[in-house]
């Protein structure tokens, strides 16, 4: 760990204590921050369905792609403006916070209006303009790594936010690119602790992306809360078999249900509040 | 190499005889292409210095960044539309076509206006919207490779580009990003012919991005040129070591004139017609 | 994960139920397996010291180098037979068992008169004769990942040793080698729970190769447990300062000792035996 | 380029002129160094075949596998002694040096009494006792890069024999590990400069196993001799596609024949004597 850091205002020098945002009700960098959500939104039903099942299990946010940023011009695109006003509606309906990806600067203004939390995918880490326009949001950013990028590049990208205006900025861990195909990327789990230790931001952890693999998702969830991670997003759908994008990652609504209790005792251990739990576990901040 | 392609209109499949262009007197994809200049533009001074020393070695086209992708907010950010105003000025004055970095879709037209190819960054390889834009673009692309993507990735990417409504694009591997650490990228040598084999673009290499390291740039642009290159990309500065940006991997301006009799005669076995040379080399098309 | 897999014996397909024996009064792959030490044996006073300590912490095994494979043919080469004694006497002082590394065919007999566990290196993992060689060993093998080895092949490599007749195989995730060089290597969570469905054999993870740095070797050991490891195997030295190698990622032994109550919780979470504290817990086989 | 080198011996500092034996008539460090034949021997008519045609084209060194280190123990592991003495006989019937893998200390002697160059594979880069072991030899040795090893590991793992007093090592760049799997491996080019200027050994290239493509197999050959490599190792059968290993890779021998007229004409502009060719090619040492 080099003393002379590049980046100033994202840093741990800068500023000693955790940073911490009240969205929906979940105070980000104190309690632990669940997304769950499809892919795409595909449909109402869909959409309605999952939202439904989410708001049962007290998770907060709904995660949904409406412009998708797809490896081929041929596949699904994402239903684009409808998408987000389906997500909307569905997530008014039952109390959640919207988290959706941004693109292009051109959309900031539609995505402001219809989501809680604006994702920076990894494809657009080092999306310069795209991070300088952001830092002019009052929305707070999710700033996924990088697949090739190093944790120094990545948190270069935040100081990019930040020093534009925006203090909200959550980082997410969602895998790097290596030889090791057995999984989709490889989850750099000392990114977790040693993020936490350059810096004052949240940082969460996407186990979907981060291995591709459905079985996978609730032991790396685990471990990720064991490292002391700020939260998790976690692609589930109603029905995985049939999604249009992303469908072997997808974790069945039962399965995410099936998951929370062991990532609550873990939490417990790190004296993360568990929101998404009755209000019973109230820790005080750490 | 498998036979089920997810492109198609930049596949040699669907074209078996190579794409060519002539932009500035050099016909792209028969010719070899040379470009070369600074990694930014910085002053009337030196791009002019660069530019008629370019000339007098008939190399036909100067590259310089004016808005750059830069890893921290707090390096140069380039000159912007100063620095395209002084590297058209420059390159009209010697007769030079203009190579320059895209960032955004809101500067196409500008880039349009100054440049004569646009260049897509490592870093935005996968930022479709702006790839979707510049499908509608009459100047053609070089798309460079993002540093962690696959040939096929790369290739899809293209796609988008062609696509949309603009087939010229000109590919260039430039390194890719791996354990190594003593060259700055590990340029995939292979992808030359394996590209050539795949799509019917036109594809070149980057040295000094590739490498980071100004004494490998010479052996390396040989053995781009050995394995099928269309061409060359590589950073010259009149005074490397003032240089804002990238000093240490530019070369000397008569490193650049030494490199080329090398040069010269390993196009001459490829059958690749040695624009930046007297005009008594014309080979046939291969 | 595909259907047709290359091994047989060590697979899942073959032995549904978790392979598991018993070592100084730990069943592997049942118990959790707790293994600290220094890199290497330096002298009675430092291996003693640390024994003494482990015991006290009720830590069964004690790690320590006396044949080291070292990237430079000019670095300290470990004490040879001489730690391995120092080691043994220390060992038996204090009722642990000892885990050593094994380089070649010829120190096979050796390594077993003074070792419980005979661990083969990142850099053996395809040292084909010597796995097979270790196949008509007694003694159980601690077999470490390459470090650009994929899963696949790891699992090919204990595939030669108990297919060469030795059952006894505990894997040992240690992080593999990428672009990132913020931490030593890239630990793969992912391997854990993945390496748990394919396959019977028990798995630990290294923290301290795996980072190379101290402050991260608790939080990352805690994510190990709560992925499903089977245990942990931790660099500790009396006097990181001053060891004759990796002293940076070494925990001070205090620092040992106050990771332990948190790993307790986990594992208790997971449902492995903490046999290094009271005999309190005694859970049911999972 | 650091100027604390850890290497002393392989060094330029250490030895300012080109390392520079005579094996088989070839002065390896001047002349080009051709060697072909199978990934392994198979029978008296295979190699045989190989060898009568290698001759004619006047390559002078024959590879084959005796002993293969395969990634599953239930692959073909190779004739062992017998094919060490198929490949014996076959090369001098027809004038041929040969080089073959060494696995192990034991089988050293064998080695030294069948092949004129032990070649030590890519697995066994960091096979340290080993190393030391061929330090006593009279044989040179080949020796592969680590699949996933620096630069400077590997220099150091030349310098384990170097210094241990065996001077005769050949470095062989083999194509490292990365994301990319469109080829076996990613080919270093930009190795082979590096590797020049750093160190006084001769370096040479597979492009075999750097691409495991057979169509790449031509135009990577001439990239490394235009980059400076001072040889190349190639595999060719008599039957590829019947081959019991590597087949997908292996030339055609009528491939071979076609390959070598370009790289005479590159090997030329590099003023290394081409062996293979007729004796008109005399150019003094560069």
């Keep these: 760990m080099s003393n002379r850091k590049p980046y ?43 939202s439904e099942y989410l708001s049962k299990l007290n998770v907060k946010f709904l995660r949904g792609g409406a412009y998708k940023p797809r490896t081929s011009p ?17 997530a008014d309906k039952f109390g959640l916070g919207v988290v959706s990806e941004i693109l292009s600067i051109d959309k900031i203004s539609e995505l402001e209006e219809y989501a809680d939390i604006l994702q920076v995918g990894t494809r657009n880490m080092q999306n310069y303009p795209l991070l300088k326009a952001l830092g002019k949001s009052k929305r707070p950013i999710l700033l996924k790594r990088g697949m090739s990028s190093t944790i120094e590049e990545w948190l270069l990208a ?18 790097i690119r290596t ?5 989709r990327n490889t989850l750099d ?45 976690i692609e589930v759908h109603n029905q995985p078999n049939e999604a249009l994008s992303d469908g072997d990652q997808s974790l069945y609504l039962d399965q995410l249900k099936d998951l929370l209790p062991t990532l609550k005792q873990i939490a417990h251990i790190r004296e993360k509040r568990f929101d998404f739990e009755s209000n019973a576990y109230q820790y005080s901040t750490q």
């Design 74 to 90: 041929y596949s699904f695109q994402g239903l684009k403006t409808e998408g987000l006003q389906l997500m909307r509606e569905a």
């Design 179 to 183: 030889f090791e195909n057995a999984t």
């Design 189 to 233: 789990i000392a990114a977790i602790p040693l993020v936490k230790s350059l810096s004052h931001l949240p940082i969460i952890l996407d186990p979907s992306q981060g291995t591709g693999i459905r079985d996978l998702v609730a032991p790396v969830s685990s471990a990720a809360i064991a490292a002391g991670a700020d939260g998790l997003i």
């Design 158 to 175: 935040a100081e990019y936010i930040v020093s534009s205006g925006n203090e909200k900025v959550i980082l997410c861990e969602r895998g």
């Design 8 to 50: 100033q205002l994202v840093s741990r020098e800068w500023k000693k204590e955790n940073t911490e945002f009240t969205v929906n009700g979940v105070t980000i960098g104190r309690d632990l921050l669940m997304i769950a959500g499809p892919c795409a939104v595909e449909n109402r039903e869909q959409i309605t369905t999952i």
